[in-house]
Structures are given as C-alpha cells and as structure tokens.
C-alpha cells in the first residue's frame, strides 16, 4: 500500500520559516519525481515546488528565493523549507509523487500551515 504523510504544518508569523516533510512507503521512491501542491480557500490547487530524481528542481515564481524543495532517497522523504513566509502562502499544502513512465500519482492528506500574526 502506497503511503505519502506529510507533516511541520502548522500557524507562523509572516517572516518566520516552517519545514514541511512527506515521508513515502510502498513505492520505489527514488523513481519518483516528488511535488508540494498548495491549495488556498476558494483557488485552484498550485504546484509550489517540484524536485526530480536527480534532484533538479523547479519553482513556482512565488515561492522562488524564499522556499527550497530536497529530497532524501535513503529515507524516502520529500522536505519543503518555507522561509520568509507571506499570509498569501496560507493553504493547505499537499505532498504528491508521480513516475511519468508508470502512469502513478500519488497524494498525501495535506497538512495546513498558516502565516498569521
């Protein structure tokens, strides 16, 4: 069975820093290209960050200077370092794996953080 659990959620003041983790079981974790999503109140989901195996990374240009994307294939976990952080960075953020080749995707149940003073 196929697990993503994110967690380090949680409420910070703006400027402050949080570091969200998605550890995975039961997939080959490094085949897997792995994204943090973020979804706030009433707007569609976004990719935030995405690292490949490799560990080349991409960024969404809000996030780009402020949050960084790592990966540690021994302990199959996925971190997000949120630096600097905005009230509009307020969302629930989601953890997802994907393979292209297999066709696999999958999702963690989001953990909410919350930049307010």
């Known amino acids: 069975q196929v697990r993503l659990v994110e967690s380090g959620g949680g409420l910070v003041q703006p400027g402050g820093s949080l570091r969200l983790s998605c550890a995975a079981s039961g997939v080959n974790f490094r085949l897997y290209v792995m994204n943090w999503y973020r979804q706030a109140p009433a707007k569609e989901r976004e990719l935030v960050a995405r690292i490949y195996s490799g560990s080349s990374t991409n960024y969404a240009d809000s996030v780009k200077g402020r949050f960084t994307i790592s990966r540690d294939n021994a302990e199959n976990t996925v971190y997000l370092q949120m630096n600097s952080l905005k009230p509009e960075d307020t969302a629930v953020y989601y953890c997802?794996?994907?393979?292209?080749?297999?066709?696999?995707?999958?999702w963690g149940q989001g953990t909410q953080v919350t930049v307010s003073s």
């Open positions: 997802n794996g994907h393979n292209f080749r297999l066709g696999s995707d999958y």
